[in-house]
């Protein structure tokens, strides 16, 4: 496909996510003032960068005479592949590794008219200066060389594609199961503070009920003070036993709020050094339905990360 074979695009691909890796990285480590390793594979490499150079170049080689072309066609190409990805990967890993959000004419957050309008001209000084020399070594490159190249980073490639699809989609997991047991947890909490306090009126009934009882039975003759003692002490036991109930049913309402808060406490303190180098290599990564919840993990990954260190 336009003087390249196959294999050329194979080998492009893998450089540009390369590439992409060293460009983001760098302007990550600069902001941050620190090394940031970017990215969702463990390898040095950027799919996002590589799928998106061989797309813009799609588009754009068969018009590269006619820069207007070129440049419609990478914004065009480029939004819609950011657009795409974007939203695939916070359906899938509940993380929405960038937003746009606070910037002007967003949609939906993955996609915006600033960044759309420097894919642009990205996709112009590509294809006039930074495609040119690549293409020269790729082409230039003995079969043999490039095939094994292609097929030991394949390898590599699609193993770490795997284990980290597998390791991002159980931080996701993580992510709910953090947020369902604090929902449980405030739920627990009201039903305790509840019950605690019917608890509490229980008590002053009793207690009401017993000094008015008294009260009674030194004002009611001999033969009925007998009877009406017999019923205040069967009402008075009646009630002790639903205090005891109560308070056994607060005692374990209690222990279960305990439980859920060491759960929570070590699904967000045990975390693989791979989650913590995503959370520190993405720490604008954002969830609306998790955000509290991705917050706690980024804020302890961060800490555990600095303390490795």
């Not at 001209?121 to 043999?144: C, G, Q, W, Y």
């Not at 019950?195 to 229980?202: D, G, Q, R, V, Y």
Request: proline content about 2%.
């Amino acid at each position: 496909m336009y003087t390249y074979a196959w294999y050329h695009w194979i080998t492009f691909f893998y450089l540009y996510c390369f590439f992409g890796w060293i460009f983001e990285s760098t302007y990550v480590s600069f902001k941050q003032h620190h090394f940031v390793n970017r990215g969702f594979l463990r390898l040095p490499m950027l799919p996002l960068y590589g799928s998106g150079a061989i797309l813009l170049l799609w588009v754009s080689l068969p018009y590269q005479d006619n820069l207007i072309l070129v440049y419609i066609g990478g914004f065009i190409a480029a939004t819609a592949l950011e657009y795409v990805t974007g939203a695939v990967m916070e359906r899938l890993f509940k993380v929405r590794y960038w937003d746009y959000s606070d910037k002007k004419f967003n949609i939906n957050g993955y996609i915006c008219l600033g960044s759309s309008i420097a894919w642009g001209f990205l996709t112009i000084f590509m294809t006039e200066v930074i495609h040119k020399p690549i293409a020269d070594f790729v082409t230039s490159l003995n079969p043999v060389v490039e095939f094994t190249f292609i097929a030991v980073v394949s390898v590599l490639f699609v193993y770490d594609t795997v284990r980290s699809t597998k390791e991002a989609l159980d931080l996701a997991r993580v992510l709910e199961s953090m947020t369902k047991l604090k929902t449980e947890a405030e739920e627990l909490q009201i039903q305790l503070a509840l019950l605690k306090a019917e608890t509490s009126e229980k008590v002053s009934e009793i207690k009401n009920g017993a000094v008015m009882r008294i009260s009674e039975l030194k004002e009611e003759a001999a033969d009925r003070a007998m009877k009406a003692a017999d019923t205040a002490a069967q009402r008075a036991s009646e009630m002790t036993q639903s205090l005891t109930d109560r308070q056994q049913r607060a005692e374990a309402l209690a222990e279960k709020l305990r439980s859920l808060a060491e759960t929570r406490h070590k699904l967000s303190h045990h975390m693989s050094h791979y989650r913590r180098r995503l959370l520190n290599g993405n720490l604008t990564a954002y969830s609306k339905k998790f955000a509290e919840a991705l917050n706690e993990l980024k804020k302890y990954g961060t800490f555990k990360n600095g303390s490795d260190q």
